[in-house]
């Protein structure tokens, strides 16, 4: 039976349907066989493998994840790669507590996730704010870790080839496949030192069996919660800083996941895959308002659920292996439901839960109430590799199309009024005649070659070309490349440009913000009056990224390794809520629209290093250093990330069956905001008031892996170990935007059978 590929592509439903047109044309439906019978395999690698060694690539192993378990969310553990960090959904701080992967500084939307190469785009359910926020955890924590093979993730110009949200880098989730008769079950439980922080148990199950000699199936479940922070828990924090309101902290979530997995071995080297998977995640509340400190309805609704997700999923695979080559095609359909209570959509309550029922039909709202927003997400792909020769030597070219499109229904972001005075073609006023469908698709063509130039070269040159019925097209080319200077030396270098599409919400001109005037922007130093309207903009182009990166590795025969990497990325047309006035001279009811802005850079540096320090102990650290992170119209940081951070990890191996293991996490001081992206507005009023910069914190964990036996496997240990806590302060501006959690201990008990 063939290996799982883990391809990191994507192509057209129409070239879908071709790659499984050969299957039923004997004549091409042949296995990769010489005349007489001898498997000839892959000829040289593909340009994709080619890139996954590169510089700006790591891996996470199972093992890897066993010896430092995540409490929740694998986010915890991808985190602690080079040029990764977790950060809230924007860099105005809103959400701040929403971690989620933030990669090279380029924001957690520029992130893709992907799991087994299939793109994962729930959270883009969930209205975008104007400062680019959104009340979502992310897409990292639809698969328990118990679950996962590996995780490859892949930075810098290796990840523009991915197509749209790939400028800072991909996530790829690979789950497992056993190939025999496989059960497994994990329990484990994480409880914190303190009693105002939430506890997380968690459950899972898989089992894997061939049915028969064609077909083999595999069904996973997984049950996690993780209760929410106390009400109280910023109080004496806020009052340390002469604040009176107190803000929220961490918001629980409750995972509840099934997956099951039928593969069918239709003819030799040929394997298609049938996936049905059911996901719901619901927070648990801790009373986070967006904008402010915690409120009335809030409060009241602490330990509640006011939100949740249904993201449904069906998937279609093929893998193939033929005379001439390999393919990989997928089709995918996510359906996701986001349904919330009903948030305030405008001026100070923009985020809060509000009353939008009428319980006792005297014509006015009194309770919250559920609303639904869904979104279809249709993706396929097609993509083929095939080996060549090029003057003499061995090459590949690997060829793929992709096709990407959403479908929106939201009656819920489209309910506010706009008045007659403002009149445009793109703006319907009246929110009842609003149509709630909204939709984006694209289509992208893209070929790669991995060429052995000479010995010591390797060219990896690379075109994407993709066209959106919004933007139109972006042509996206990129070329890494490999050079080997001796047994111990190697360079890497790699250029290429990245793109984003607009979301759904930035696109919709029925997506109405509205504020009195505290929300209106800044010109020349004075606010302009309200109220003021921000629209959606349906002439938006997409955001681009030129990523460049060159770095350098030193491996030696006693497996001391060491790299350096030097990236830099050129951002521009990053879309903002918008601070030109479209119907100039009106002093009231001015309206705005979302814009493409002007440039930024993202300047950086990422080291590895890992050594064998005997028999029984390892040793491995990783840094990132931002050089720049800068906005140039306002200088003001791109994403709210540490100035450097550094991960270290020592391994002892104190027997054949127990591992301990020491790491520590330093960060860097967190920089400010001194402007509002959102307004212009300076947020230091004039320079009489200091923001609150994080500064740098070192976090200690101490972790244990115990086997048992060849079935059994404990985990247990103890993270921030030193009780290193932190507390939210800001919601805007300031570097204190999230909790950091103090001292817990954890233990988890795994077994195979």
């Keep these: ?112 996730i992907l799991i087994d190469g299939k793109p994962v785009a729930s959270r883009n359910s969930v209205k975008m704010g104007r400062g680019g926020e959104r009340d979502t955890r992310g897409d990292s924590n639809w698969v328990p870790a118990e679950m996962i093979e590996r995780i490859e993730v892949i930075r810098g110009p290796a990840a523009a080839r991915y197509g749209s949200g790939a400028a800072g880098g991909v996530v790829n989730i690979i789950t497992k496949r056993p190939e025999t008769m496989t059960g497994q079950v994990g329990l484990s439980w994480n409880i914190p030192d303190g009693d105002d922080e939430g506890g997380t148990k968690r459950a899972n199950f898989m089992f894997a069996t061939p049915l028969t000699e064609r077909l083999s199936f595999r069904i996973y479940g997984n049950y996690n919660k993780s209760e929410p922070d106390a009400l109280d828990i910023n109080d004496e924090a806020e009052a340390g800083t002469g604040g009176t309101t107190p803000l929220a902290g961490r918001e629980g979530v409750e995972n509840k996941d099934i997956n099951a997995l ?111 927003i869904e979104l279809l997400n249709v993706s396929a792909k097609t993509e083929w590799i095939l080996p060549l020769m090029l003057g003499g030597k061995n090459s590949a070219l690997t060829l793929g199309a992709e096709y990407r499109g959403e479908f ?29 469908k909204t939709d984006q698709q694209m289509l992208g063509l893209y070929a790669e070659a991995n060429i052995e130039w000479s010995e010591a070269l390797t060219l990896t040159p ?37 793109f984003k599409a607009p979301n759904l919400f930035q696109l919709n001109p029925g997506y109405v913000y509205t504020t009195r005037g505290n929300g209106c922007p800044v010109v020349d130093g004075v606010r302009l009056s309200g109220p003021c309207f921000v629209i959606g903009n349906p002439d938006l182009d997409a955001e681009i990224s030129v990523n460049t990166e060159i770095g350098i590795a030193y491996r030696d025969d006693e497996d ?67 050089l720049e992170s800068e906005i140039k119209a306002t200088r003001q940081p791109l994403s709210l990330v540490p100035d450097y951070t550094i991960n270290a990890s020592l391994d002892w191996q104190a027997r054949d069956d127990l591992l301990f293991t020491l790491s520590a996490t330093h960060y860097g001081p967190i920089p400010v905001n001194m402007v509002s992206s959102i307004t212009n507005d300076d947020l230091t009023d004039g320079g009489t008031v200091t923001l609150n910069e994080r500064g740098s914190y070192t976090l200690f964990n101490v972790n244990m892996k115990w086997d048992v036996n060849d079935s059994v496997y404990v985990t247990a240990g103890v993270s921030n170990l030193f009780d290193k806590q932190l507390f939210r302060t800001d919601t805007s501006g300031g570097g204190n935007t999230y909790n950091e959690p103090g001292r817990a201990i954890y233990v988890g008990v795994n077994t195979t059978f």
């Design 408 to 436: 929106m229904d939201d009656p819920v972001s489209i309910g506010t009024t706009v008045p007659p005075v403002i009149s445009d073609p793109d703006i319907v006023n009246d929110p009842s005649l609003r149509d709630p």
């Design 560 to 626: 001391l390794n060491v790299s350096f990497t030097w990236f830099h990325n050129d951002y521009k047309n990053k879309i903002q809520s918008g601070q030109i006035q479209e119907n100039p001279g009106a002093t009231a009811n001015r309206l705005f629209r979302w814009e493409n802005t002007g440039p930024a850079v993202i300047e950086g540096i990422e080291g590895n290093f890992s050594r064998p320090l005997g028999e029984q102990f390892a040793l491995n650290a990783n840094f990132t250093y931002m």
């Design 262 to 372: 039928l593969s069918w071995r239709i003819a030799e080297n040929h394997e298609l895959d049938f996936e049905l998977g059911f996901s719901r995640q619901g927070n648990i509340y801790a009373g986070d308002t967006q904008l402010g400190g915690i409120g009335t309805i809030p409060a009241s609704l602490w330990g509640e659920e006011t939100n949740r997700l249904y993201r449904r999923t069906f998937a279609l695979t093929h893998r193939g292996e033929y005379g001439f080559g390999e393919s990989y095609s997928y089709l995918q359909f996510e359906q996701t439901d986001n349904t919330r209570l009903c948030e305030g959509a405008a001026g100070g309550g923009e985020g809060a839960i509000t009353n939008c029922v009428d319980t006792d039909g005297d014509g006015t709202n009194d309770a919250p109430g559920f609303k639904t």
């Design 462 to 498: 690379g075109l994407r070309y993709d066209y959106s019925d919004d933007f139109g097209s972006n042509l996206s080319p990129s070329l890494n490349a490999e050079y080997v200077f001796n047994e111990n030396w190697t360079m890497k270098a790699g250029v290429a440009r990245a």
């Design 1 to 112: 039976m063939l290996r799982p590929a883990s391809r990191l592509a994507s192509g057209t439903a129409l070239s879908f349907l071709m790659s499984f047109g050969l299957l039923s044309v004997p004549a091409l439906a042949q296995t990769a066989e010489e005349e007489d019978g001898t498997f000839l395999g892959t000829i040289v690698i593909s340009a994709e493998e080619q890139i996954k060694q590169a510089l700006g690539v790591s891996q996470i192993s199972e093992e890897d994840m066993k010896k430092t378990p995540v409490v929740n969310d694998v986010a915890e553990i991808i985190r602690k790669m080079p040029g990764v960090n977790l950060t809230g959904t924007t860099s105005t701080g809103q959400r701040g507590n929403n971690r989620q992967i933030d990669i090279r500084g380029m924001g957690p939307e520029n992130t893709l």
